[in-house]
């Protein structure tokens, strides 16, 4: 492989961010619904969608040095960010959406309070948007 | 010519995922058939290839094939386990999402690899 150029470097740490705190989500997800047996709504599982897939992308170009990937990434984390803020207001006012949730729980329901867990998703998802925004791509 | 054939068969395996996508949405809000917890995680391995593929197709980025075949894998092996469990068979979008995962590693297999640059 050629010598990786600075802004290779650069790009390879925001890379490694995002897809550390695409990794910590996920790992987080599924601790919360498989060993602390949150029930997940469906809404929550939309935003699993959009979070699980940056594991993979984000973590096959770390190993390809392959920064195109932000136009795969970007579109996936941008969409997270609308499903996580339409879940915190659907939360915070029941029913402004007059949209039935189709899953064995409510998306209303709130396991931890004191930080919401579609609040946890929508850090994950601005700090991988920022940081996938300040990758540059080749020239 | 096989530039042209990788293009089809791209499109194409978006388009599966794409209408797989939409279907398992129609089973759910319109025909308010819940499906079982493999069955959803089964669905984390669709859902972003109807972004994913489309953005492939539309970019011309066969080098896509060495991100969304893991996908695919994955999904698959994921949707066979879910057929051997019990109540996952109601809500048949499952079963048609392990169709398509099939039919989207079938095309992206013989799509030939090029990267774009730049």
Same mark, same amino acid.
């Given at each position: 492989?050629?010598?990786?150029?600075?802004?290779?470097?650069?790009?390879?740490?925001?890379? !490694?961010?995002?897809?550390?705190?695409?990794?910590? !989500?996920?790992?987080?997800?599924?601790?919360?619904?498989?060993?602390?047996?949150?029930?997940? %709504?469906?809404? %929550?599982?939309?935003?699993?969608?959009?979070?699980?897939?940056?594991?993979?992308?984000?973590?096959? !170009?770390?190993?390809?040095?392959?920064?195109?990937?932000?136009?795969?990434?970007?579109?996936? +984390?941008?969409?997270?960010?609308?499903? +996580?803020?339409?879940?915190?207001?659907?939360?915070?006012?029941?029913? #402004?959406?007059?949209? !039935? %949730?189709?899953?064995?729980?409510? %998306? +209303? #329901?709130?396991?931890?309070? +004191?930080?919401?867990?579609?609040?946890?998703?929508?850090?994950?998802f601005v700090i991988i948007t920022v940081a996938l925004l300040l990758v540059r791509r080749k020239s | 010519m096989s530039n042209d054939r990788s293009a089809l068969l791209l499109a194409v395996a978006w388009l599966v995922a794409l209408l797989a996508t939409?279907?398992?949405?129609?089973?759910?809000?319109?025909?308010?058939?819940?499906?079982?917890?493999?069955?959803?995680?089964?669905?984390?391995?669709?859902?972003?290839?109807?972004?994913?593929?489309?953005?492939?197709?539309?970019r011309g980025d066969y080098g896509i094939r060495h991100y969304a075949l893991p996908f695919n894998f994955i999904g698959i092996a994921v949707g066979l386990y879910t057929l051997s469990q019990p109540g996952c068979t109601t809500n048949p979008a499952c079963?048609?999402? @392990?169709?398509?995962?099939?039919?989207?590693?079938?095309?992206?297999?013989?799509?030939?690899?090029?990267? @774009?640059?730049?």
């Amino acid at each position: 492989m050629s010598a990786l150029t600075a802004v290779d470097r650069r790009n390879r740490w925001l890379v !490694a961010l995002a897809f550390l705190v695409g990794l910590v !989500a996920t790992v987080g997800s599924i601790y919360y619904s498989e060993v602390r047996y949150f029930v997940p %709504c469906e809404l %929550c599982w939309y935003q699993r969608y959009w979070m699980y897939p940056q594991v993979i992308l984000l973590g096959l !170009a770390l190993l390809r040095n392959d920064w195109n990937i932000k136009l795969y990434a970007l579109p996936l +984390s941008l969409v997270g960010i609308a499903t +996580s803020v339409y879940h915190l207001l659907e939360q915070n006012f029941p029913g #402004i959406f007059a949209r !039935a %949730c189709k899953s064995a729980v409510p %998306c +209303s #329901i709130e396991y931890i309070p +004191s930080f919401p867990i579609p609040a946890q998703a929508l850090v994950a998802f601005v700090i991988i948007t920022v940081a996938l925004l300040l990758v540059r791509r080749k020239s | 010519m096989s530039n042209d054939r990788s293009a089809l068969l791209l499109a194409v395996a978006w388009l599966v995922a794409l209408l797989a996508t939409l279907y398992s949405q129609y089973t759910l809000q319109i025909q308010s058939l819940l499906p079982c917890t493999w069955c959803w995680y089964q669905w984390v391995l669709l859902y972003p290839q109807a972004i994913i593929l489309g953005v492939a197709t539309w970019r011309g980025d066969y080098g896509i094939r060495h991100y969304a075949l893991p996908f695919n894998f994955i999904g698959i092996a994921v949707g066979l386990y879910t057929l051997s469990q019990p109540g996952c068979t109601t809500n048949p979008a499952c079963v048609v999402a @392990l169709v398509a995962l099939v039919v989207i590693t079938l095309c992206l297999a013989m799509v030939k690899p090029k990267t @774009l640059t730049g």
